[in-house]
């Protein structure tokens, strides 16, 4: 994939594929995957 991610994001992506696999299918078949985690990685967690 070569997706440029952080320990958070990648945590976030993983639970992703885990509980919403037809989720993580669109994001990569659609190309969106590191937009998502682009997203995941700028959400700060307080």
Do not use: H
């Amino acid at each position: 994939m070569g997706l440029k991610v952080t320990p958070n994001s990648q945590c976030a992506l993983n639970a992703l594929a885990i509980d919403e696999p037809l989720e993580y299918a669109r994001l990569y078949l659609d190309g969106e995957m590191q937009a998502w985690v682009d997203e995941e990685d700028s959400l700060e967690v307080w």
